[in-house]
C-alpha cells in the first residue's frame, strides 16, 4: 500500500513498487492526501473528548446544585446574617464534591497516584478554580463598571451567563491538560 492506501499491484519477480501515475483522480496529483494516520485516530479523540464534556457538564450540574442548596440552607439555619460566609462554605463544599467526582469519573484515566501527586492535584484544582472564578468577576466588572450596565438583569448575564461560560471553558481546558495530567498520560500522547 502506498501512503494514500491505494492498491498496487507489484508485478511478479521484480521486488519493486511501480510509481502512481499522476492523474487528476490521484490525490498525489492533486496535493490532497491526508496524513495517514491522522484521520482514523481522531475519531475516537473526538468522541472521548465529548464523553469528558458531558461528564464534566453535568457534575457542573450537580455540584451547582450543592452549592445553591448549602448556600440556602446555611443563610436559612447557622447563617442568617452571614451570607458571604455562607456562599464561601458552600463554593469549597461544592468545590470539593466537583474535584472528588471528576477525579473519579470524567478524567480517571489522566488522573495522578500518590499521597504528593494527588496533593498537588488538588492544589492545582483550587488554583484554576479560583482562575475561573477570577473570570467571571472580570466580566461582572466590565459590565458594570466599564460599560455602565447596572440592572441586576445585566449582571446576571455578564456574571454568571457570560462570566460562567467563559470560566467553565477555560476549567474544563485547565483540568484536561494541567490538572488531571498523569505522567504515564502525558508519556502516551507524545509517543502517539
Same mark, same amino acid.
Given at each position: ?56 457538564? +453535568? ?6 446544585? /450543592? ?16 451570607? /458571604? ?6 463554593? #469549597?463544599? +461544592? ?34 478554580? #479560583?482562575?475561573?472564578?477570577? /473570570? ?57
Amino acid at each position: 500500500m502506498t501512503r494514500t492506501d491505494t492498491p498496487v499491484l507489484v508485478p511478479p519477480g521484480t521486488g519493486s513498487v511501480p510509481t502512481p501515475t499522476a492523474s487528476p483522480a490521484h490525490p498525489a496529483a492533486t496535493g490532497t492526501h491526508a496524513a495517514p494516520a491522522a484521520r482514523p485516530a481522531l475519531v475516537p479523540r473526538l468522541l472521548a473528548t465529548a464523553k469528558q464534556l458531558a461528564s464534566f457538564g +453535568a457534575i457542573g450540574a450537580v455540584c451547582f446544585l /450543592i452549592d445553591l442548596g448549602v448556600y440556602n440552607l446555611l443563610r436559612a439555619t447557622v447563617m442568617p446574617d452571614g451570607p /458571604i460566609a455562607a456562599k464561601i462554605v458552600s463554593a #469549597v463544599v +461544592a468545590t470539593a464534591v466537583a474535584w472528588l467526582a471528576n477525579r473519579s469519573i470524567t478524567f480517571r484515566s489522566q488522573r495522578q497516584v500518590g499521597r504528593k501527586e494527588t496533593l498537588r492535584e488538588g492544589l492545582l484544582f483550587a488554583a484554576t478554580n #479560583v482562575i475561573g472564578l477570577g /473570570i467571571a468577576a472580570a466580566c461582572l466588572f466590565v459590565s458594570h463598571y466599564v460599560l455602565g450596565f447596572t440592572s441586576t438583569l445585566a449582571d446576571n448575564v455578564a456574571g454568571n451567563g457570560v462570566g460562567l461560560v467563559l470560566g467553565t471553558v477555560f476549567r474544563f481546558a485547565a483540568y484536561k491538560a494541567l490538572v488531571f495530567r498523569s505522567t504515564d498520560a502525558h508519556a502516551k500522547e507524545h509517543a502517539a
